[in-house]
T-cell receptor, first 118, second 113 residues
Framework: DAGVIQSPRHEVTEMGQEVTLRCKPISGHNSLFWYRQTMMRGLELLIY????????DSGMPEDRFSAKMPNASFSTLKIQPSEPRDSAVYFCASSLGSRLAGVPDTQYFGPGTRLTVL | EDKVVQSPLSLVVHEGDTVTLNCSYE??????LLWYKQEKKAPTFLFML????IEKKSGRLSSILDKKELFSILNITATQTGDSAVYLCAVDARLYNTDKLIFGTGTRLQVFP
């Protein structure tokens, strides 16, 4: 299995531009998570999906951020317009998404996208 | 508010030393505790702990959970330079349909030859 795939690996853009980050989860995984990591705030959950449906987006910083999951094998995180404070590493993770009692669920992370907004 | 606290924030040791990393938590609905290792890229999964007192072991790494005192430790014996990384502790605090992992800020371990 190739694991979680993210693209691009690095993105440098100017303030005000639209940025789209992409993620392909592990095949067969039902849950997909978007995280942001910075030195100041550590790893923060932005939003997650289960069976392609957004379940909890309370971590999305503001309306400039949006995420979609049109099918089980693809998700996007979009920032429009981007700002310098959005500079961070954005991780996508996936898990089986098991809701069975007593069945723990492990998240597997993609390599991340390092975003720099100038 | 659910939270996960790791200590120390940073640790510098020499090869061959043994280290203990700490993770304490306060969550409403505990399901499991996970340890991840993060080098220069994505966090990679190490252990998942669900029951108190049962040690998980993988080579020189081991971890144990205490659900009464709400903490876990990660031990690394005979450290090597390749162990240098940030070690993240996360708690699965699922409630109803939430699958959130709550992460600590991590412990940065540096192992020098």
């Amino acid at each position: 299995d190739a694991g979680v795939i993210q693209s691009p690996r690095h993105e440098v853009t100017e303030m005000g531009q639209e940025v789209t980050l992409r993620c392909k989860p592990i095949s067969g995984h039902n849950s997909l998570f978007w995280y942001r990591q910075t030195m100041m705030r550590g790893l923060e959950l932005l939003i997650y999906f289960n069976n392609n449906v957004p379940i909890d987006d309370s971590g999305m910083p503001e309306d400039r951020f949006s995420a979609k999951m049109p099918n089980a094998s693809f998700s996007t995180l979009k920032i429009q317009p981007s700002e310098p404070r959005d500079s961070a590493v954005y991780f996508c993770a996936s898990s089986l998404g098991s809701r069975l009692a007593g069945v723990p669920d492990t998240q597997y992370f993609g390599p991340g996208t390092r975003l720099t907004v100038l | 508010e659910d939270k996960v606290v790791q200590s120390p924030l940073s640790l510098v040791v020499h090869e061959g030393d043994t280290v203990t990393l700490n993770c304490s938590y306060e969550v409403t609905n505990f399901r499991s505790l996970l340890w991840y290792k993060q080098e220069k890229k994505a966090p990679t999964f190490l252990f998942m702990l669900t029951s108190s007192g049962i040690e998980k072991k993988s080579g020189r790494l081991s971890s144990i959970l205490d659900k009464k005192e709400l903490f876990s430790i990660l031990n690394i014996t005979a450290t090597q330079t390749g162990d240098s990384a940030v070690y993240l502790c996360a708690v699965d605090a699922r409630l109803y349909n939430t699958d959130k992992l709550i992460f600590g800020t991590g412990t940065r371990l540096q192992v020098f030859p």
